[in-house]
């Protein structure tokens, strides 16, 4: 076989391994190492990966045992070609997935004293930290900083990994030492660290690299700008989102196809679909391919402002351009046409997703049993219940809590409680939202005593009530006529620093008036003033009514 050329020899291997012919130790090292001293590194490696794989085997030899005699200190190889076959072995179990032999070679290499190239380091680093070994990448990293070739992609990936498993402190930990190098870093770095920081919620954070990447002379590209944008809108600040929007415009950087979805949904979300749209145009007229996820928030947006036969409409469209709706595109219709009560065409969609083999998941039937809830279709909601339990999907504090909801809604309080047994027995611990839902319907009752009992178990539960359910409350005395009661809950709000809304201050200082204690109330008037709230006419009309009957 070495008479013949490289490439003549490798089809011959290949040819008589397809017939059968069984291969020695010695045969398959001969053609390695030819074709490595030939520099065919690639072919030398799908020898490699036919051996990892099974596809190339013998009664000579297994797996382990040819690689050990290829890599022994006695073998064919000296150092100076010993170099690529070991490259060649720790590529070949990269791309077979198997990060632990890929890892036991590398540092049997480093151990016979050979430098590995940053590309097959890079590679390594990669294949761990892709199934999620994000503490041995870490390890891998610093104890072989100094034995291999390390260069800028290489702390890229760590960055990007320790980005990715929340650990910021060591990916900025990492850029210090790439600079203390004297490596420089690139834009792409910076945009992995800037994402990192606005997925973490540190904007500030992410505003000070985004400037210094500018001091530095690196020229933030499309997906620097995309990242900090989604990072504004992530934390509230949509006017800075935008602003940074016309910054990149103006400064000549394309906008890719996650920068037009991040605006898109950011405007879908305010409503304001005429601008959506307008972008969605954009996209055409500049070429830049629509995917699900753009669909998704135009969807999204029209079922918002509660038109769904129009989101529907665009299902439509999205299949001519050779897109497939995919799960969320149909839990979002079906909350739309469930919130506009079409409750017909929302089972209707659900039976196409069934039709079509797509997820059913938790959420599809929270959708649903919410919209059956709201129309007071119980049994049909109690029906969607047993099908996803049959499907083994358990119901989640969600699923319990619109049930709860709807018996409270139904008048049902002991159904209601039922069900609030029936979640707290499978696991699942009640929540704020949930007492909140109890303490409204015996509110609304007028069942003041098993309402306060329920509000004050909330602390033994180490739960805190927020300002919805201090405001059912005070609503509930106020109803009674119980003013000592309700101002007492007003002072306990201010004392957690909550703050009531209009109608707990306007309802109380109509029960203090009508109790005579017009003094009481213009306290509280002048304290509802203090935090900004304005008062309605009525209630300087009833302080004014209550002192003159006084005088």
């Known amino acids: ?32 190492h030819h074709l490595l001293s030939s520099n065919m590194l690639a072919e030398a490696q799908s020898i490699l990966l036919q051996l990892i794989s099974g596809r190339l085997s013998s009664l000579s030899f297994t797996p382990p045992s040819l690689l050990q005699h290829l890599t022994d200190s006695n073998s064919r190889y000296n150092s100076s070609n010993l170099l690529p076959l070991y490259e060649a072995i720790i590529n070949a179990h990269v791309q077979s997935q198997m990060p632990e032999e890929a890892l036991f070679y590398f540092h049997q290499m480093i151990n016979r004293g050979l430098v590995p190239r940053s590309n097959i380091f890079n590679n ?101 700008y995309t990242a900090l944008i989604n990072g504004y809108f992530k934390k509230g600040l949509k006017k800075d989102g935008f602003e940074l929007y016309e910054e990149m415009k103006l400064k000549g950087v ?74 969320i595109t149909y839990n979002t219709l079906i909350d739309g046409f469930c919130k506009a009560g079409k409750l017909d065409k929302a089972s209707s969609l659900f039976d196409q997703m069934k039709a079509r083999g797509l997820s059913i998941s938790l959420v599809t039937y929270n959708v649903l049993i919410a919209g059956f809830c709201r129309a007071g279709n119980l049994v049909a909601a109690a029906d969607l219940v047993k099908e996803m339990e049959e499907r083994g999907i358990s119901p989640s504090k969600v699923t319990y809590t619109v049930l709860i909801d709807a018996f409270v809604r139904s008048n049902d309080m002991e159904k209601a409680f039922e069900m609030k047994s029936k979640m707290e027995n499978s696991g699942l611990v009640s929540d704020v939202y949930t007492y909140g839902v109890l303490i409204h319907g015996l509110c609304i ?13 909330m602390g033994e539960m180490h739960l805190k009530p927020n300002d919805v359910i201090y405001n059912t409350v005070i609503y509930g005395y106020c109803k009674q006529g119980s003013s000592f009661r309700a101002l007492r809950l007003i002072k306990e709000m201010g004392e957690n620093g909550m703050v009531p809304n209009i109608a707990s201050y306007g309802l109380t200082i109509g029960v203090l008036c009508k109790d005579g204690k017009w003094q009481e109330a213009e306290v509280l008037l002048n304290e ?17 009514k209550a002192k003159n009957e006084v005088t």
């Open 1 to 32: 076989m070495l008479k013949n050329p490289p490439l003549k020899a490798f089809s011959l291997f290949n040819s008589s391994t397809l017939q059968g012919f069984q291969h020695t130790h010695e045969s398959t090292a001969v053609i390695l």
């Open 124 to 224: 390594l680093l990669t294949l761990l930290l892709k199934f999620n070994l994000f503490e041995k990448a870490w390890s891998f990293f610093n104890e072989t900083k100094g034995k291999t070739e390390f260069d800028s992609y290489s702390f890229g990936i760590m960055v990007k990994g320790c980005c990715e498993f929340g650990d910021l402190k060591k990916g900025f930990e990492l850029l210090s030492q790439l600079e203390e190098m004297g490596l420089s870093p690139n834009v792409v770095l910076y945009t992995t660290l800037i994402d990192g920081c606005c997925k973490n919620g540190d904007i500030e954070e992410a505003k000070r690299l985004f400037f210094k990447m500018g001091k530095l002379g690196l020229v933030a590209n499309e997906f620097t």
């Open 254 to 327: 394309v906008r890719n196809i996650y920068t037009y979805n991040s605006m898109i949904s950011q405007y879908c979300k305010d409503g304001d679909l005429s601008k959506a749209f307008e972008l969605f145009d954009e996209m055409r007229d500049k070429e830049v391919a629509y995917n699900v996820v753009t669909y998704n928030s135009l969807i999204s947006g029209l079922c918002r402002v509660k038109k769904p036969y129009e989101a529907e409409k665009l299902v439509g469209q999205m299949r001519k351009t050779g897109l497939s709706p995919n799960s």
């Open 445 to 457: 009752m007028g069942n003041m005593k098993d309402a306060m009992k329920l509000f004050r178990s």
């Open 528 to 544: 509802m003033v203090g935090f900004g709230l304005e008062p309605l006419d009525s209630i300087y009309s009833v302080i004014s």
